[in-house]
């Protein structure tokens, strides 16, 4: 990690000059029943092609907010996102994320969630044969061929969260956005999930901007990593994790990785809460 990259960037840049995404000024201010809430202050990210990108910040600082505004969920108040150039105003399947609940359907079989999201794609409408090798090429990525016709019902929590991946990756989005996807698994699925999303990034070269609490979880995945200051958000600082993949989230580089991300968030606090006795 470069130890001088925590100053406060006027744009978190984007490492390469091809920029897949791009944030200028974006602000959201929620008003709703004559409450005023600004969440962000503006934001200028870029995100480039095949990067790793973790927004890291306190509970409530916006990160899910940014996430949704790049979803095309929700609206900025003021500035711009951009994907490859083009604004985005609304959801699309370029553009796809991968929630906390993995929000798949009960009903279907593994297989058919994977296919669902691919038949009103270009080039799968009309073709179930094409939707179920794609499904299976992805099954295969996350190792649960062998599961393929099993109800999601039957499966384990961190079986669920990898249908949910597949899915999400069958369209073939520009950008995977992630918010916060495991944190009610146990410590040795989600130490395994975080090798199998390193894999899976390595080997589809996706771009993925992903939301996290957790320090290690930052560390162990994130190329770069956003540290938001608390509400309203604005980025305080950037760090480059330059460990090589794949990465073990029980490897002490990592740890020692998370503990100057966790710092930056004690300083955020420490800023926050003044006057406080320790
Ligand atoms: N739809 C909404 N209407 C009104 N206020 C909202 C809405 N969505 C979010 N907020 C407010 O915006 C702020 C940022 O919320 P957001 O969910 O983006 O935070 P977060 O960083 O994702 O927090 P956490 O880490 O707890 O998930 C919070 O104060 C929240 O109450
Ligand atoms: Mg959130």
Aim: aromatic share 6%.
């Amino acid at each position: 990690m470069d130890p001088n990259a925590s100053s406060i960037p006027a744009t978190a840049r984007a490492a390469t000059a091809t920029v897949k995404l791009r944030l200028t000024r974006v602000t959201k201010v929620f008003e709703s029943g004559g409450q005023r809430v600004e969440a962000l202050q503006p934001i200028d990210l870029e995100v480039s092609e095949g990067e790793f990108v973790v927004l890291f910040g306190p509970s409530g600082c916006g990160k899910s907010t940014l996430l949704n505004m790049i979803a095309g969920f929700e609206e900025p108040t003021s500035g711009e996102i951009t994907l490859e150039g083009q604004p985005v105003t609304e959801p699309g399947s370029d553009r796809l994320m991968l929630f906390q609940e993995h929000a798949l359907f009960p009903w279907l079989r593994v297989i058919d969630n994977v296919t669902y999201g691919l038949r009103w794609e270009p080039g799968y409408r009309f073709r179930p044969r094409r939707r179920r090798e794609k499904a299976m090429e992805l099954l295969r990525l996350v190792h649960l061929e062998e599961f393929a016709k099993s109800p999601v019902h039957e499966l384990s929590g961190g079986m669920k969260q990898r249908v949910a991946l597949a899915r999400a990756l069958a369209p073939d989005p520009k950008v995977l956005l992630v918010d916060e996807p495991f944190p009610a698994l146990d410590a040795l699925v989600r130490a395994k999930l975080y090798t199998e999303l390193q894999d899976i990034l390595v080997r589809t070269r996706k771009t993925i901007v992903s939301v996290t609490h957790d320090p290690r979880e930052a560390a162990c995945l994130g190329d770069r990593v956003i540290v938001f200051t608390g509400r309203p958000g604005s980025i305080k600082a950037e760090l480059t994790v330059e460990l090589p993949r794949p990465r073990d989230i029980n490897d002490p580089k990592v740890a020692e990785c998370a503990g100057i991300i966790a710092k930056q968030l004690e300083e955020e606090n420490n800023e926050t809460i003044p006057g406080e006795k320790i």
